[in-house]
């Protein structure tokens, strides 16, 4: 199976956390920079291919939305612990919506989820 690529997009331009937890359970992980970055990540995610995308702003909810909508990926929003990452991944959502949780913990079990599922 080739590497899960996951684009994180956050609306205050960070994300780099995360994209350590990404890399550490062996995915690719794609930070778009600058702010606003989370409303871009639907865009981001066509353009690489990506398997999974993970929005932050502090509803959880705009990038995510933004995702479903323009390129119908499956998604949930409005996300506040790596427990509820975890049960949407198992439900078949791509687009994750959380609040601010730039933490290095929620990428790496986020992507090991995908990759335990996805085999």
Not at 90 to 95: A, F, L, P
């Amino acid at each position: 199976m080739s590497k899960i690529v996951v684009v994180i997009g956050d609306r205050l331009g960070k994300g780099q956390n995360v994209a350590k937890g990404v890399e550490a359970a062996g995915g690719k992980a794609i930070v778009i920079p600058g702010i606003g970055a989370d409303m871009k990540l639907g865009d981001v995610m066509k353009q690489e291919n990506a398997d999974i995308g993970i929005s932050f702003c502090g509803s959880g909810g705009a990038g995510a939305i933004m995702a479903q909508t323009k390129y119908g990926y499956p998604c949930q929003y409005g996300m506040r612990s790596i427990d509820e990452g975890i049960t949407a991944i198992r439900q078949g959502k791509r687009v994750l919506g959380f609040g601010f949780m730039d933490i290095e913990d929620l990428g790496r079990k986020i992507t090991e989820e995908y990759i335990k599922i996805k085999g």
